[in-house]
């Protein structure tokens, strides 16, 4: 049986799930207005169902690879939610490629339904490809990513969006701290997680030295002009809410003078990159991908 893709969808019924997902709709409204598009002995939930991550058929790097280390580790963040913990994950020595034994590092943050199995598995990948990576929970201080992902995104409309942000500002300065690391570090986000690629951007000056935004929300535009780092903006053709934004925002990143590129990726959908779900469009974020890796090893090596 073939894999299902976004064009076996409805582009409406994908715009009510990235809006479902996102929060701006619920579950019963979701389904109501699917209804219409549910045909041939498929219904509403059979299409939510389709459309939702598919964790361990789409794994990549298995959690007990030989080649890496993997641990769940806590740090402090006295301006966020206090106590912090995420996924750590690093090459074995045999496996690093640096004469030295430290590498950089590479923050990664997670959609907004927390540190699921997918965003673990992004972080395995960029530990093979000679990185130490580190990906927190911003769950954490609330129980935790809670292996559903509807439970998460209720979860996530919790947190305080201060303390959070307070979080993985320090998630940033323990990993450019860490013994493995040589101290340039860079951070590549997610929907969510992209948006807070790019506050981050505006926040760590010159501790970050390489940001990846992947249909990420743009930061204030007041304070583009603090940005230090190099910036690479993965957007996605069919993504309305994202993508309204950029014009301003790349108007601030020009009058400052900030570093960037920006690739917009032909008849994709938000959330592209993600191979967990339909909306996975494999020969793009091949492409995003290894313009990702080689946009760290230029600006992190």
Not at 125 to 146: E, M, S, T, V
Not at 159 to 184: H, M, V, W, Y
Not at 200 to 219: E, W
Not at 230 to 256: C, G, H, M, T, Y
């Amino acid at each position: 049986m073939s894999r299902l893709t976004a064009h076996d969808f409805d582009q409406e019924v994908l715009t009510l799930f990235d809006a479902y997902v996102h929060g701006a709709i619920d579950r019963r409204t979701f389904l109501e207005r699917a209804a219409k598009y549910a045909v041939g002995g498929i219904t509403a939930a059979m299409l939510l169902d389709q459309l939702s991550p598919k964790f361990a058929e789409a794994q990549v790097v298995k959690t007990d690879d030989p080649r890496i280390v993997t641990d769940y580790v806590e740090y402090e963040s006295p301006k966020g939610y206090g106590k912090m913990r995420g996924y750590f994950v690093c090459p074995t020595a045999k496996d690093k490629k640096a004469s030295t034994g430290k590498l950089p590092g590479v923050l990664v943050v997670h959609e907004n339904r927390g540190l699921n199995p997918h965003i673990e598995d992004i972080t395995r990948r960029i530990a093979l490809d000679n990185f130490i990576a580190f990906a927190p929970d911003a769950l954490f201080p609330i129980g935790g990513y809670p292996g559903d992902e509807d439970k998460a995104r209720t979860l996530f409309s919790q947190l305080d969006p201060e303390k959070s942000r307070e979080d993985f500002i320090a998630a940033a300065a323990f990993l450019k701290s860490q013994n493995e690391c040589t101290g340039k570090i860079g951070a590549v986000g997610f929907c969510w997680g992209g948006g807070m690629v790019n506050f981050l951007a505006t926040r760590l000056g010159d501790d970050l030295s390489a940001a990846v935004a992947f249909y990420g929300s743009a930061p204030n535009t007041d304070d583009v002009a603090k940005i230090k780092s190099p910036l690479l903006v993965q957007s996605a053709e069919s993504d309305e809410r994202i993508n309204a934004s950029w014009p301003e925002f790349e108007k601030a990143l020009k009058a400052a003078k900030i570093r960037y590129e920006r690739h917009l990726y032909p008849g994709t959908q938000h959330g592209f990159n993600n191979d967990t779900t339909p909306r996975y469009d494999a020969k793009a974020a091949k492409l995003a991908w290894e313009r990702t890796i080689a946009f760290f090893n230029k600006n992190l090596r």
